[in-house]
T-cell receptor
Framework: GNSVTQMEGPVTLSEEAFLTINCTYT??????LFWYVQYPGEGLQLLLK?????DKGSNKGFEATYRKETTSFHLEKGSVQVSDSAVYFC????????FGAGTTVTVRA | EAQVTQNPRYLITVTGKKLTVTCSQN?????MSWYRQDPGLGLRQIYY???????DKGDVPEGYKVSRKEKRNFPLILESPSPNQTSLYFC????????????????FGAGTRLSVL
């Protein structure tokens, strides 16, 4: 079956630091890949997505590239802000959404 | 404003007392789903519905029921709640399930935090 594995947290960074959250997947078909973000006390919001190999999703300074050869979809941001503190979920969609366990990111001023 | 609305946001109950968590979407979406979020486990799908009167089990359906009598509503029913159902619950919806289903974005409600004592 389909599954998503993402790096465990928590991750604590200083403002303006570089953020990477690793995500790898297992899928039998050709899924779309997503990153969702959950801010404290809120539901999940779509951060970015990629629907086919080599696609790059980007939003709010975050980027992730769909790498079929390494079955990966790592999330990166070059300079984080305190407002980026949240839980980040990698997910794949192949008929239904399968989520990773989530990575808690805390950015300190 | 397009949204998925869940109620209540917080609920404390006791073992065995039936409860319902409501979910409503105003986007005319065909597909709706319930998830539970537990530490270290991410989100796991409980039930989903592809359209009115069409529901199916997700990964963790035991102890839950759902119904889809109208397109906009998808309530989650716990007939006899137990402490292991203490969790954070999310309802989600998306436009459709078709051959382009993999591209559909799911929209989430704000969550319902349930404690069963």
């Amino acid at each position: 079956g389909n599954s998503v594995t993402q790096m465990e947290g928590p991750v604590t960074l200083s403002e303006e630091a570089f953020l990477t959250i690793n995500c790898t997947y297992t899928a039998t078909g050709y899924p779309s890949l997503f990153w969702y973000v959950q801010y404290p006390g809120e539901g999940l919001q779509l951060l970015l997505k990629a629907t086919k190999a080599d696609d790059k999703g980007s939003n709010k300074g975050f980027e992730a590239t769909y790498r079929k050869e390494t079955t990966s979809f790592h999330l990166e941001k070059g300079s984080v802000q305190v407002s980026d503190s949240a839980v980040y979920f990698c997910a794949l969609n192949d008929y239904k959404l399968s989520f990773g366990a989530g990575t808690t990111v805390t950015v300190r001023a | 404003e397009a949204q998925v609305t869940q109620n209540p946001r917080y609920l404390i109950t006791v073992t065995g007392k039936k409860l319902t968590v409501t979910c409503s979407q105003n986007m005319n979406h065909e597909y709706m789903s319930w998830y539970r979020q537990d530490p270290g486990l991410g989100l796991r799908q409980i039930y989903y519905s592809m359209n009115v009167e069409v529901t199916d089990k997700g990964d963790v359906p035991e102890g839950y029921k759902v119904s889809r009598k109208e397109k906009r509503n998808f309530p989650l029913i716990l007939e006899s709640p137990s402490p292991n159902q203490t969790s954070l619950y999310f309802c989600a919806s998306s436009k459709t399930i078709t051959e382009t289903r993999a591209k559909n974005i799911q929209y989430f409600g704000a969550g319902t935090r349930l404690s069963v004592l």
